[in-house]
């Protein structure tokens, strides 16, 4: 096989297959933030995620006891408590120590979630723009200072991002029970996701439908959300 058919091949496997999109944005990724990849948290990581994580990796994953201990603004560890950013980091925390290679760790991970989140983008916007123009939208996004530096973060703005975007990518496919479950996932990341499901209940009660039918669909969509707000 020459070279030509093999570029051809790569091609096509990267035009059709979802998990190639991922693996080649991912390596672009590890490439552009190579510089942070055992870089320490910092600023809202450092002072708002990890002492919740490093308190539930330390006292043997006891929520209870977290939530009843001060917050932020009283110098306690009760921030963002219930994120599942915050239970992914101390699960990552209580595997592997505190340490250059947690740091690693946490990084690829989040290489990986903004790579899923930016391919995407890029199915999401296909459709509008065509596959090449949502490719560079993809790469402009990346390379977007504010957006760059949280992928070199280990924070939650990259996985709200993620599940933002799937949730509007499943919406917009008719698959809404996927949108729905995005949409609460949004929530259970950090507080501010709720602006995902109420962006779903706002497109549903602008369908083409009847009011008590649309507002009907807007509570189901609402529903997993509150239901997580109520906890």
């Not at 973060?153 to 698959?175: I, N």
């Not at 949004?186 to 507080?191: G, P, T």
């Amino acid at each position: 096989m020459t070279g030509r058919c093999r570029l051809k091949a790569v091609v096509r496997v990267l035009e059709s297959s979802a998990y190639a999109q991922v693996l080649a944005v991912f390596i672009l990724i590890i490439l552009v933030k190579l510089p942070v990849l055992g870089e320490p948290p910092v600023w809202d990581t450092a002072m708002g995620l990890f002492p919740a994580a490093l308190t539930l990796a330390g006292n043997g994953f006891d929520l209870m006891a977290l939530l009843r201990s001060p917050g932020y603004l009283d110098g306690g560890a009760n921030t963002h408590s219930l994120s599942l950013v915050t239970l992914l980091t101390a699960l990552v925390l209580s595997f592997f120590g505190s340490g250059t290679k947690t740091f690693v760790v946490l990084h690829i991970l989040h290489f990986l979630v903004a790579a899923v989140a930016l391919v995407n983008l890029q199915r999401f916007a296909r459709g509008a723009l065509g596959a090449s123009a949502a490719w560079l939208l993809c790469l402009a996004v990346l390379l977007f200072p504010l957006f760059s530096v949280q992928v070199g973060y280990t924070y939650m703005e990259v996985p709200l991002f993620l599940c933002a975007v799937s949730a509007l990518r499943s919406w917009d496919l008719g698959k809404y029970r996927m949108a729905i479950l995005w949409s609460a996932l949004a929530l259970a990341v950090k507080e501010a996701g709720i602006i995902v499901p109420a962006t779903l209940a706002v497109l549903t009660m602008l369908e083409n439908r009847g009011l008590v039918k649309r507002a009907g669909r807007a509570v189901w969509v609402l529903i997993p959300s509150a239901a997580w707000l109520g906890l």
